[in-house]
């Protein structure tokens, strides 16, 4: 008796299911789409969550232990014009893709440069900052000398195995002398010491080692070296997030406010007395 | 073992327990439930991982493993990985044993200066991190001294583990019985003679056991060296991860490959120990 | 004064003579070749500061990590010791699955680098736990509260709260472990007499472990249970690898941000040998006292 009756309460329910169901199987597919977007769960949630790893001066603690830097003024920007809260996530960098991948936060935010390994697995925005290599070289043993004259095997270049700078290097420079290195500051003290010529990095990093070391190093030269482009990161599978954040971006460099607030972190060094630099 | 033979007491012996409990107690019942209980376990997270969009590439492991190319067969580049680990961990236990060794010796002279440095040596390596030592090393000690990284990481190994292995071998010399301390001194031996032909000697026996925990330890802790991206098995298969994305397969053949070098070790020890065990 | 130097022997100047110019050394090449500009004043700033937007005293990036660090590592133990003690008595247990399975789990962090366990376990276990229980939108309301200063002091900032939830899961996971071939040592030391007398009077498994066993063999590893308590805190610094905002993190990200590579190191090395120490010559001088009392 009880068993029945269990069993025609469970039909009931099924049923009622089902018919509650089949409305919502018709939904669309473009407002599936559109509810499975970040910028939906941003919207109901009120906060966007940035992921981001500690680069000067992309992204650093001041002395009060807060965060600033340029990664910060743009994510609190986008937080303001979307309406919502902001929090930043910082994040060992080689683990950054695999935490938006997982979930743990919404975009990255990071001085991320676009490339094609990395697209592979993450969608990028468009460029919202520009960098490339450039020399940076011992003052007083490149006194004079012209673009063509580093390409001459009597230069030593320092670089760091495997990384960037020494492929470009050897493709820009193929008679100079280069010494590979396996550490990071190893390539940038060799200058210094005077046992290179020259090496070369990322913006803005050559302008700030020159800056500190005025009398031994110098940039000598404007051109930026494979110049790459830093974009947001999102998950893939997510059209409305792109369409957003791509039309904010344009919107940024339309009114130069980008570029403003890049020339503040990258080209001046007014920010330094905020940092313990 | 029964009561009744013992004590001579008799009495109705101690009822059976049911025959459903005994099936299942059986060693081959309980062997079945266990591998029944892991094949759920390991099925479960398998298709866990597979509903969270995790998409599992299990056949693109093998080439990291071994490769059959033109030249002929290839370890691949965890097995490359593994060896450069074992190369690694042999450098700096030999280290550790050699600095363990000085340590435990200055502890034991009884010199005033001399066990002060080593007794202070050992409280400032045992209540400091692996990995807070491996920064020490590399970002403070590095320039000063010049280090590169493989440099580095072997000696924040072998300082690590020599705090540990002196106090093994302190402990093994110790327990040579006072006896043979004395007989030599009444022979006329100097502390030098006694140690090197009567103390050291026997006390190889007591510290051999632990010594080998403590290979399997160093091999362990090896693993560290990995946030220096010094060329060893982690570090390879984080590498290979940020290129492919296969988090769970390549880090379950990396702790597959540790725990089948640390099991192959601790048997061989295992052997080695019965082999050898000297009745006392 | 004249007693100590005359038990100096030739080996203790030797000694003296070589730390000398092992330090001596450092010390050129710092202040010579390398051009290091020391800047300890500006260390206390990062532990305790002033704020000069907010003008309060406010704890700093050194000391928010060591709070973390405390914080974690006392919730990880109290979890490690739950479960350690279930898989000591697991361990010891008469049927052989309940053996087999606890002895796989063991042997399978035992042999396997700290740092591979930290990883499996995060990828597979606290993200989807902590997706599982909603916990971040749970943090975030607590967060935006307006009077969260108990929570706040409990767990750090709430909005960071799921980091630090994988962080005590990922440690306890890996140090029941160790907790639980303690507690295994413990309960396998009680003598065979206690457990036989206790069936004996007809006591069940379950009572013999709950009024018998455990209570002994739980006081018999206070002792390495302490240890392992020192060995925990050193163990966190691995969570950093894992982004927990802990002292190891913090120190990674003050470097970054000032540059203040040898300082910060030595500050945060100095950090971890005061806790470690100080614990240990506590439980030193409390077991001592313990076994005096034990007559």
């Given amino acids: 008796m009880k068993f029945s009756r269990r069993m025609l309460g469970l039909a009931l329910a099924a049923t009622a299911a089902t018919g509650l169901a089949l409305p919502a199987s018709a939904q669309s597919t473009t407002q599936g789409l559109s509810s499975e977007s970040v910028i939906e769960t941003i919207k109901q949630d009120g906060v966007i969550r940035i992921g981001l790893s500690l680069f000067v001066p992309w992204s650093m603690r001041d002395k009060n232990g807060d965060l600033i830097g340029f990664e910060l003024d743009v994510g609190r920007q986008l937080a303001e014009d979307m309406g919502v809260e902001v929090e930043f996530v910082p994040t060992a960098w080689d683990g950054i893709i695999p935490a938006l991948v997982s979930g743990n936060f919404d975009v990255i935010i990071s001085g991320m440069s676009v490339t094609a390994q990395r697209n592979l697995t993450i969608n990028f925005t468009d460029p919202y900052a520009y960098s490339g290599l450039a020399i940076l070289a011992n003052k007083s043993m490149t006194e004079g000398m012209s673009l063509e004259d580093f390409n001459k095997p009597e230069i030593t270049f320092a670089a760091r195995r495997g990384a960037t700078p020494a492929a470009v290097i050897a493709e820009n420079f193929p008679n100079a002398t280069l010494l590979l290195f396996d550490e990071d500051g190893a390539s940038t003290q060799e200058v210094l010491n005077g046992n290179a010529h020259a090496s070369m990095a990322a913006q803005p990093t050559p302008n700030r080692e020159a800056g500190r070391n005025p009398e031994t190093l110098s940039v000598p030269f404007e051109n930026l070296y494979d110049p790459r482009g830093e974009a947001f990161g999102v998950r893939k599978g997510d059209p409305d997030a792109m369409n957003y954040f791509n039309n904010w971006i344009a919107q940024q460099w339309r009114s130069g406010w980008l570029e403003e607030r890049h020339n503040y972190w990258f080209a001046t060094e007014e920010w330094a007395d905020q940092v313990a630099q | 073992m029964d009561v009744s033979r013992i004590s001579g007491v008799k009495g109705a012996p101690l009822p059976k327990p049911p025959a459903i409990q005994r099936f299942f107690d059986s060693v081959p019942v309980s062997v079945a439930i266990y591998v029944i209980v892991v094949g759920l376990i390991v099925y ?133 019985p006072r006896g043979q301390w004395e007989a030599a001194k009444s022979i006329g031996m100097t502390q030098f003679q006694t140690y090197r032909y009567i103390v050291l000697p026997q006390s190889v026996r007591f510290m051999l056991p632990p010594m080998t925990g403590e290979v399997v330890h160093l091999i362990k802790s090896s693993a560290i060296v990995s946030v220096i991206a010094v060329a060893e098995l982690t570090t390879i298969g984080r590498n290979i991860i940020s290129d492919t994305y296969m988090s769970f397969e390549i880090w379950f053949t990396v702790a597959a490959v540790y725990m089948a070098v640390t099991l192959i070790l601790s048997a061989g020890v295992s052997y080695l120990e019965r082999r050898y065990s000297v009745d006392q | ?286 077991e001592k006292r313990g076994k005096a009392g034990e007559r």
């Avoid at chain 2, 093998?62 to 033109?70: C, E, G, H």
């Avoid at chain 2, 236990?93 to 040596?121: D, N, Q």
């Avoid at chain 3, 035992?110 to 591979?116: H, T």
């Fill in chain 2, 44 to 176: 479960g997270s398998f298709t866990g991982a597979q509903n969270m969009g995790y998409n599992w590439q299990w056949y693109r492991i093998p080439q990291y493993l071994y490769s059959f190319t033109d030249d002929g067969f290839q370890w691949g580049e965890i097995m490359i990985g593994l060896v450069a680990t074992l190369q690694l961990s042999v450098t700096a236990f030999a280290l550790a044993t050699a600095l363990g060794l000085l340590v435990a010796l200055l502890r034991l002279s009884g010199l005033i200066v001399g066990s002060a440095v080593a007794v202070g040596f050992l409280e400032l390596i045992r209540n400091i991190p692996l990995l807070v030592l491996l920064y020490l090393f590399y970002y403070v000690l590095g320039p000063i001294f010049g280090f590169d990284r493989y440099t580095a990481s072997i000696l924040t190994l072998a300082v690590f583990h020599a705090a540990l292995i002196s106090e093994i071998l302190r402990a093994g010399i110790n327990a040579v």
């Fill in chain 3, 1 to 286: 004064m004249q007693n100590f130097v005359k038990k100096l022997k030739w080996p203790d100047y030797l000694i003296l003579a070589l730390l000398v110019g092992f330090f001596g050394y450092i010390w050129y090449s710092i202040e010579g070749t390398l051009n290091y500009k020391w800047r300890w004043e500006l260390i206390p700033g990062y532990i305790v500061g002033w704020h000069s937007g907010r003008e309060e005293w406010f704890a700093n990036l050194l000391l928010q990590g060591l709070a973390a660090t405390v914080r974690i590592s006392i919730y990880a133990s109290i979890l490690a010791l739950i479960l350690g003690t279930i898989l000591g008595v697991a361990r010891c247990s008469a049927n052989l699955t309940v053996r087999m399975l606890a002895r796989t789990y063991l042997e399978f962090l035992r042999n396997i680098p700290p740092v591979v366990v930290v990883f499996i376990f995060f990828f597979f276990l606290s993200q989807q736990l902590i997706e599982a229980l909603d916990l971040e939108r749970w943090a975030r309301g607590i967060a935006r509260q307006e009077d969260i200063g108990v929570w706040e002091f409990f767990f750090g900032e709430m909005r960071r709260f799921p980091s630090l939830v994988s962080g005590v899961i990922v440690l306890a996971l890996f140090e029941s472990a160790f907790v639980g071939e303690i507690v295994r040592a413990g309960i396998q030391s009680i003598p065979r007499g206690q457990r036989e007398a206790a069936r004996s009077i007809g006591m069940s498994r379950v009572q013999e472990l709950r009024y018998i066993v455990l209570p002994q063999a739980m006081k018999r590893v206070v002792p390495p249970l302490a240890n392992q308590f020192i060995t925990l805190i050193k163990d966190s610094s691995i969570i950093s690898l894992i982004s927990v905002q802990e002292l190891t993190y913090k120190t990674v990200e003050l470097v970054a941000s000032s540059r203040m590579i040898f300082e910060a190191w030595i500050t945060t090395a100095a950090f971890y040998f005061l806790v470690c120490f100080t614990l240990s010559r506590v439980f030193a001088r409390l």
